[in-house]
């Protein structure tokens, strides 16, 4: 099964300590290792494209209203839920340990992809 992981924070925060860098680079050069990291990456500023009332617009951001931003992604294959709930709490786990003060959020999310093809 496929799960998405978005790191969130305060988009005031600052660039993140050299040492939490480190560690996350490790961390994802070890997944690539295992197998279970399929694509890792930081997200640069959003644009949105709304439909409001029949009305298309685009929306640069960042956005004022915003109380987080994600800042990157992990897209991963796991074998359960569990496998990739520990991910999280190993990526928040890095953030206590190498950045102190700092609030995060990571969020876990299962892709539903097309049905497996018929064999």
Excluded: C
Aim: glycine share 10%; no cysteine; charged share 25%.
């Amino acid at each position: 099964m496929r799960y998405m992981m978005f790191v969130k924070m305060d988009p005031n925060a600052g660039p993140p300590p050299a040492a939490l860098m480190e560690a996350v680079e490790t961390e994802i050069q070890q997944q690539y290792a295992d197998g279970i990291l399929l694509d890792a990456d930081g997200l640069g500023p959003a644009v949105e494209i709304r439909l409001n009332a029949g009305e298309v617009t685009h929306v640069d951001g960042p956005f004022a209203e915003a109380k987080e931003v994600a800042g990157g992604f992990s897209l991963f294959e796991v074998r359960s839920e569990e496998e990739a709930l520990e991910l999280g709490r190993r990526m928040v786990q890095l953030h206590v340990d190498l950045w102190p003060g700092q609030d995060v959020t990571v969020e876990m999310r299962p892709l539903f992809g097309p049905p497996a093809p018929a064999e």
